[in-house]
C-alpha cells in the first residue's frame, strides 16, 4: 500500500504554545487530507478535511482558529494546535487519499501530551 | 453518526479463522463496506473493501450477505499480530476522497 508519514510521532510541549504536527504521503499525490483525532479507549473522531489548495472543511465543535491546517502541496498537510491545553492531549492522525485510488492511506500518528 | 453496528469485542485462538461482524442495515445502493483495523498506538490499515460481491485479498475476506444488510470479514488463519480493532464503515461511491467516520469497531483479540 501507499505510504504516508506523520511527523513528529511523539511530542510534549508546555501549555500555551502551539505545536506543528506534519503529514506527508510519500508515493502518491494527495489531493484530499484528513485529520483525526483519538482520546484513549475511544474510536477515531474526524476534525477536519482538507484538498490541496483551498480552505480545510472542519466537522462540527471544531474549532478552526484553534487547529490551523494546511494543505498547500498534493504532498504536505499540515495540523497546527494553537495555544494548546492539557486537554487538547490526544492521538492525532492524518489520512491522504488520491483521484482515482479506492481507499485512503493513515498515518502512524502523533501522540500529543500538554502539559 | 456512524451507519454500522460491531459487536465491542471477540477472542479466537490462534491459528483458528476469526468472524467479525458487522450490520449496517440502512446501507444505500451507492454505498460501499470498507474494513479497517487498527494496532494499538498506531494509525488505521485498509484491510478491504466491497459493494455487493464477495471478496478476498492476502488479508481477508469479506462476505456481503444478498441484501446487503450485514458483512462478515474473515481472517481465515489469525496469528497473534491480528489483535486489534477492526472498523466496519460505510462509505458512499466516489473514491477514497469521501470522508470515512469511525464507529467503536470490534476488538479481536486472538489467544496463543
Known amino acids: 500500500g501507499a505510504v504516508v508519514s506523520q511527523h513528529p510521532s511523539r511530542v510534549i510541549c508546555k501549555s500555551g504554545t502551539s505545536v506543528k504536527i506534519e503529514c506527508r504521503s510519500l508515493?502518491?499525490?494527495?489531493?484530499?487530507m484528513f485529520w483525526y483525532r483519538q482520546f484513549p479507549k475511544q474510536s477515531l473522531m474526524l476534525m477536519a478535511t482538507?484538498?490541496?489548495?483551498?480552505?480545510?472543511?472542519?466537522e462540527q465543535g471544531v474549532e478552526k482558529d484553534k487547529f490551523l491546517i494546511n494543505h498547500a502541496s498534493l504532498t504536505l498537510s499540515t495540523l497546527t494546535v494553537t495555544s494548546a491545553h492539557p486537554e487538547d492531549s490526544s492521538f492525532y492522525i492524518c489520512?491522504?487519499?488520491?483521484?482515482?485510488?479506492?481507499?485512503?492511506?493513515f498515518g502512524q500518528g502523533t501522540r500529543l501530551t500538554v502539559v | 453518526d456512524a451507519k454500522t453496528t460491531q459487536p465491542p469485542s471477540m477472542d479466537c485462538a490462534e491459528g483458528r479463522a476469526a468472524n467479525l461482524p458487522c450490520n449496517h442495515s440502512t446501507i444505500s445502493g451507492n454505498e460501499y463496506v470498507y474494513w479497517y483495523r487498527q494496532i494499538h498506538s498506531q494509525g488505521p490499515q485498509y484491510i478491504i473493501h466491497?459493494?455487493?460481491n464477495n471478496e478476498t485479498n492476502e488479508m481477508a475476506s469479506l462476505i456481503i450477505t444478498e441484501d446487503r444488510k450485514s458483512s462478515t470479514l474473515i481472517l481465515p488463519h489469525a496469528t497473534l499480530r491480528d489483535t486489534a480493532v477492526y472498523y466496519c464503515i460505510v462509505r458512499p461511491r466516489g473514491g477514497a476522497t469521501n470522508k470515512l467516520i469511525f464507529g467503536t469497531g470490534t476488538l479481536l483479540a486472538v489467544q496463543p
Open positions: 482538507s484538498n490541496e489548495g483551498s480552505k480545510a472543511t472542519y
Open positions: 489520512s491522504a487519499a488520491g483521484e482515482g485510488r479506492t481507499e485512503a492511506f
Open positions: 508515493d502518491f499525490q494527495a489531493t484530499t
Open positions: 466491497g459493494l455487493k
